[in-house]
């Protein structure tokens, strides 16, 4: 049986997409959310990287991924940031606890 290289990305980003996937749909933590949308990002990455090399355009690709990678960075110290004050605030992190809270 021979595996090509497309095969491989393809299942890499479909148990990328579906573990996180799973830990968005399954987990109640905060920080574990954020884990989860940090995985699905990186299967994004890893199609704009492989959609780029397919393409011709390796410098494209690779440039796109660099662009989410910063935004993702961005969208990851702000999460984290507000599970921290969640935490100090409220004293969890469930979502569920935090969902009940009314001002």
Known sequence: MNISTSMIVLIAVIGLFGVGLYCLLITRNLIRLLVGLQIMVKGAML?????GQSQGQPSLGQSMALTVIVADTIVAVVGLALAVQVKRNVGTLDIADISKLKR
Request: aromatic fraction near 20%.
């Open 47 to 51: 199609v704009l990287v492989f959609v």
